[in-house]
């Protein structure tokens, strides 16, 4: 029998979510005009139509306060009410400030902690595990987790392996202490890193290792650079593992799981972890077709699409599982 609470004095449970498109869609047939590729082998290869762009001058920040917002509104929040905000991205509005301290000016939050994650895709998942212990140990009540990026500014459209796969999003859970007999809760997270394999997808330049020189420019390493059939492999595997980890942690089987919401970086990718881990499609939770691999995005946007159009109803188990560069990789197991 699962122990309530884990040992810890609280348990924390979602209260609300929100998520933010961009405008502007750049579809297949648009990217066809600009690489050597068609709509055909996009959708095969990947299960995306489109994605979206943010506009020129909205910043990652502005796509964050659209989804926080709503977060907060379902959460029947204020802003004021928040203890903390921490937000995961790769692509932030500058290296410095960190941009979960321009969205708390932008929200009119309190002078509370304010920080990025960075841990790419896995962004979202690691983010919410550093809310949940905050919440669980008592230090704070009411915690934004942000995913928000504007991948298209990273992205090479003379690359056909990249530029076919991603976009900008936000999403945003807020996450709060569960009362002593609320059915929902945070039941497990677990993390991973593989460092050793970290050179299949890279930003090469803007840090310091590389600034920024003509150099850079001239050899195009301002954008992202990617390994694609290795780390597909790497993403079926760590996926499907994380979730098997969250099952076997709590003594649970796929059967009692009413949804799954993966990382949407490749439709072929979701549909092999689902396999793997004998859970079926229809309690799969797809969204990547009109917004393709938005990085930290993916999860709190596809969580937040289900949660709103009634998929995900309050009571059910879940799980939310993650992969990105690193490699990192990650599972949330939680009743909503
Ligand atoms: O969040 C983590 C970020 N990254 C990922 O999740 C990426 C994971 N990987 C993938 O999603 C897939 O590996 C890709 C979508 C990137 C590529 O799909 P694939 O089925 O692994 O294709 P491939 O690399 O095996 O390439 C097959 C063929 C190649 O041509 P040849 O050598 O067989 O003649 C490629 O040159 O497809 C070609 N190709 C394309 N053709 C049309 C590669 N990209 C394209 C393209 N359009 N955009």
């Not at 903390?84 to 790769?90: D, G, P, Q, R």
């Not at 000016?105 to 902690?113: E, F, N, S, Y």
């Not at 229809?282 to 289900?306: H, W």
């Amino acid at each position: 029998m699962k122990k309530k609470n884990n040992g810890f004095i609280y348990c924390s449970k979602i209260l609300g979510t929100g998520s933010y498109l961009p405008e502007k869609k750049l579809t297949n047939v648009d990217l066809e005009r600009i690489v050597d590729t068609n709509d055909q082998w996009i959708v095969e290869r990947t299960g995306i139509r489109s994605r979206r762009m943010a506009a020129p001058g909205e910043y990652t920040s502005d796509l964050a306060l659209a989804a926080a917002k709503q977060a907060l509104s379902q959460a029947q929040i204020s802003a004021q009410d928040l203890d903390m905000i921490i937000l995961a991205t790769v692509s932030p509005d500058q290296v410095m400030p960190n941009t979960a301290c321009v969205l708390q000016k932008k929200l009119g939050a309190r002078d509370i902690m304010a920080v990025d994650v960075s841990a790419a895709c896995t962004g979202f998942v690691y983010a919410f595990s550093i809310a949940d212990q905050f919440v669980r140990t008592g230090v704070y009540k009411n915690i934004l987790v942000v995913g928000a990026e504007v991948l298209h500014q990273y992205v090479n459209y003379k690359d056909r392996e990249t530029c076919i796969l991603f976009g900008d999003a936000a999403g945003a859970v807020v996450l709060g202490r569960a009362d002593e007999n609320d059915a929902s809760e945070v039941m497990s997270v677990h993390l991973h890193a593989d460092g050793e394999i970290s050179d299949l997808f890279v930003l090469p330049a803007g840090g310091s290792a590389l600034p920024f020189s003509q150099e850079v420019l001239d050899q195009e390493l301002q954008y992202v650079k990617m390994k694609g059939r290795e780390i597909f492999k790497h993403a079926v595997r760590t996926m499907a593992n994380s979730c098997e980890e969250a099952l076997q942690h709590n003594n649970m089987t796929a059967e009692q799981i009413s949804w799954v919401v993966p990382h949407q970086a490749n439709l072929r990718i979701i549909e092999a972890v689902a396999k793997h881990c004998s859970i079926p499609m229809e309690k799969v939770v797809v969204e990547i077709e009109e917004m393709g691999n938005t990085s930290a995005a993916t999860v709190p946007v596809a969580l937040d699409k289900a949660v709103r159009d009634g998929r995900i109803q309050r009571g059910q188990n879940i799980i939310l599982t993650a992969f990105g560069a690193g490699i990192t990789s990650g599972s949330v197991l939680l009743t909503y």
